[in-house]
């Protein structure tokens, strides 16, 4: 099945700084990563997500890249707030299963 | 859209009781699932219905586990007889298409077994 990993599995930036989360994967037919948010006591949020026919998607101060042949894929948070504090999954699927990376821990300072 | 509901938040029980979890999905979405999350283990899917109708069922973890799908706006996780192991938060998530992909999860149970 699908392995997915998850690196770091912390992370604490300064207030304004950018923030990156990398993911890996094993099966090459996997073909669509979400990420997702999850905050205290509550389920996980779907944030932003790439098919493998995309290279990188763009959303306001978040972006994701996918890079098929190295099979990896990675999160970039710019200009970090207090509120993007929150422990962030990565999943990769090839049908209707999900399978997740182990989350980052991420910590903005204020 | 109210988004995926589940009941209730919170649920303590003795070792040895049932325990039954509910999730309504999001309307019009026709894939859900039922994952559980855990320290040790992550986020693990327990099973997937399509169409009210059980796909995979191999992440339930032993018979005492079982889920039902009666209509496309209910369903249901049963565990009988419940375990101290069996402590974890209980996420319904659902999604639009065969694929099931771009799931929307619940605000999850969380399930102590004392």
């Known amino acids: 099945g699908e392995n997915v990993e998850q690196h770091p599995s912390t992370l604490s930036v300064q207030e304004g700084d950018s923030a990156v989360i990398k993911c890996t994967y094993s099966?090459?037919?996997?073909?669509?990563f979400p990420w997702y948010k999850q905050e205290l006591g509550k389920g996980p949020q779907l944030i932003i997500d790439?098919?493998?026919?995309?290279g990188e998607k763009k959303d306001q101060r978040i972006a994701v890249t996918l890079n098929k042949t190295a099979k990896h894929f990675s999160l970039h948070i710019t200009e970090t707030q207090p509120e993007d504090s929150a422990v962030y999954f990565c999943a990769a699927s090839n049908d209707y299963k999900l399978s997740f990376g182990a989350g980052t821990t991420v910590t903005v300072r204020a | 859209d109210a988004g995926v509901i589940q009941s209730p938040r919170h649920e303590v029980t003795e070792m040895g009781q049932e325990v039954t979890l509910r999730c309504k999905p999001i309307s019009g979405h026709n894939s859900l699932f039922w994952y559980r999350q855990t320290m040790m283990r992550g986020l693990e899917l327990l099973i997937y219905f399509n169409n009210n109708v059980p796909i995979d069922d191999s992440g339930m973890p032993e018979d005492r586990f079982s889920a039902k799908m009666p209509n496309a706006s209910f369903s249901t996780l049963k565990i009988q007889p419940s375990e101290p192991r069996d402590s974890a938060v209980y996420f319904c998530?659902?999604?639009?298409?065969?694929?099931?992909?771009?799931?929307?999860f619940g605000q999850g149970t969380r399930l102590t077994v004392v």
């Open positions: 099966d090459s037919a996997s073909n669509y």
């Open positions: 998530a659902s999604s639009r298409g065969e694929q099931g992909q771009e799931a929307f």
């Open positions: 790439i098919r493998s026919n995309v």
